[in-house]
């Protein structure tokens, strides 16, 4: 391990680390002008709490803002390095960060998949104590592919799936697999809620499927309304390279 990989991974740097976005974070809530659609959604989203926030790998940061002071969120983090600094920022926020792998399809045949299942039921009682959980819905390493694992969440656990995406005009857009955007200060924000996907208990392979499909389209669609509405587009492929674009104002 390099010197620079031991630096960051010592306790007090990683608590430095993740103060430090913190703090960065609520500057950016507070910095740009969000629009939030649909408008005045709390009522609605109250009558559906506690509820699954489906979200794209990537998001599960600026996600917090979308929590109100009274709202009980929870989220699912790995137990990585960078996993800690991510944990440190968002119990700041007051989203209650539950430390697992996420539930992924190979969790629903072997409980022996790397903490899946362990994460899927430590998110089904969160939801049974009243906590929406915010979930990134990715197959792993496939962005924008809805995998089977959010389905299972809302199977076992009778709670809707809301897509949500939370978007600012400025950001940095990275050449990862997840098509990251790093959120910049002093622009225009967006919040939007989809139509909630419901999934039944004793539902056949056929339907799920459907449902999967449903719930990616819904996603995505979250996503390019949120970037219309702050003036920029969700995603940039470079015409020479033919790979998402890295730079300021993607």
Not at 42 to 50: A, F, I
Not at 73 to 89: E, K, L, M, V
Not at 173 to 181: H, I, P, V
Request: hydrophobic share 40%; charged share 25%.
């Amino acid at each position: 391990m390099s010197l620079l990989k031991r630096i960051g991974r010592s306790p007090p740097v990683q608590k430095s680390l993740g103060f430090a976005a913190y703090h960065y974070l609520r500057l950016v809530r507070a910095t740009n002008r969000f629009t939030v659609e649909p408008a005045g959604p709390h009522r609605w989203l109250d009558g559906l709490s506690p509820f699954i926030a489906g979200m794209w790998h990537g998001q599960h940061t600026m996600i917090s803002f979308m929590r109100r002071p009274q709202d009980r969120i929870a989220t699912i983090i790995s137990r990585s390095a960078d996993g800690n600094i991510n944990t440190i920022a968002l119990t700041r926020m007051g989203v209650r960060v539950i430390r697992a792998s996420g539930a992924r399809g190979r969790a629903v045949r072997d409980v022996r998949a790397k903490g899946g299942a362990e994460g899927l039921r430590a998110m089904i009682r969160a939801l049974k104590d009243g906590e929406s959980v915010a979930f990134s819905a990715d197959v792993p390493k496939v962005s924008r592919r809805c995998d089977v694992g959010i389905l299972t969440l809302a199977r076992f656990s009778g709670r809707p799936i809301i897509p949500v995406a939370v978007v600012t005009s400025r950001h940095l857009r990275f050449n990862s697999w997840d098509k990251a955007c790093f959120g910049l200060p002093f622009g225009r924000g967006a919040m939007v809620f989809g139509e909630p996907v419901l999934v039944p208990r004793d539902v056949e392979p056929e339907e799920l499927e459907r449902l999967r499909q449903r719930l990616e389209h819904e996603m995505n669609r979250v996503h390019d309304r949120a970037y219309t509405l702050v003036g920029r587009l969700d995603r940039v492929v470079d015409p020479v390279a033919g790979s998402l674009a890295l730079g300021p104002f993607a």
